[in-house]
């Protein structure tokens, strides 16, 4: 069975700081994983997916990376701001065409001014 | 970009009574549509796999007899809790995948409360 953990559960840095959130997958055999932002009380918002056969993927300030044979991904934060507050769910898809996407617990990410 | 709402966004009802949560995909067709739920501080889990026209594939664990799926077209599933109890109080998200993209949108969520 497919277990996803997140480290650390919660995370709290002063503005501008550059941050890595980890997460570890105990299934190498994924389709794909997804980083989203959840804000309180809201839904989520996509915000990188890699393939399988990716490495990596970036967007602005975020940068994901994928090691499949170990099992991780990081989500990297370039110059935190306020506005990143918020808990940074990691998702796979299991292969196989499921469509399924089992989640990690969260890191809740404070960034204070 | 493709949009996925719920509706309503927030509930409260009696122990006993049954909810219907809706989730329409607004600007794009969806083959599947799923159904999550989330505890206070907990993963999201995923209960239930609906495609359009057909049954809904439920996860282990979830009653499918408690918690009605109908997926009536491309653009709307609904999920319907009968005989909630305390218990069923959580945080219901959907998602659904785009037949061009094949990328899943999340809906804002729908927190119900059963007193």
């Known amino acids: 069975k497919q277990e996803v953990t997140q480290i650390p559960a919660a995370l709290s840095v002063p503005e501008g700081e550059n941050l890595v959130l980890n997460c570890s997958f105990t299934d190498s055999a994924i389709y794909n994983l997804q980083w989203f932002r959840q804000d309180p009380g809201k839904g989520l918002t996509s915000l990188l997916l890699?393939?399988?056969?990716?490495r990596e993927q970036t967007s602005g300030r975020l940068n994901a990376s994928l090691d499949k044979s170990s099992g991780r991904s990081t989500l990297y934060i370039a110059a935190s701001q306020p506005g990143d507050s918020a808990t940074y769910l990691c998702a796979v898809e299991l292969q196989g065409g499921s469509e399924k996407l089992v989640f990690g617990k969260g890191t809740k990410l404070t960034v204070n001014p | 970009g493709a949009v996925v709402s719920q509706h309503p966004s927030w509930v409260i009802c009696k122990s006993g009574t049954s909810v219907k949560i809706e989730c329409r995909s607004l600007?794009?067709?969806?083959?599947?549509m799923f159904w999550y739920r989330q505890f206070p501080k907990q993963s999201l889990m995923l209960m239930a796999t609906s495609n359009e026209g057909s049954k809904a594939t439920y996860e282990q664990g979830v009653e499918k007899d408690k918690f009605l799926i109908n997926h009536a077209s491309l653009t709307l599933s609904t999920l319907t809790v009968t005989s909630a109890h305390p218990e069923d109080s959580s945080f219901y998200i959907c998602?659904?995948?785009?037949?061009?993209?094949?990328?899943?949108?999340f809906g804002p969520g729908t927190r119900l409360t059963v007193t």
């Open positions: 600007d794009f067709q969806a083959t599947t």
């Open positions: 890699i393939q399988s056969s990716q």
């Open positions: 998602s659904a995948r785009s037949r061009v993209t094949y990328e899943q949108y």
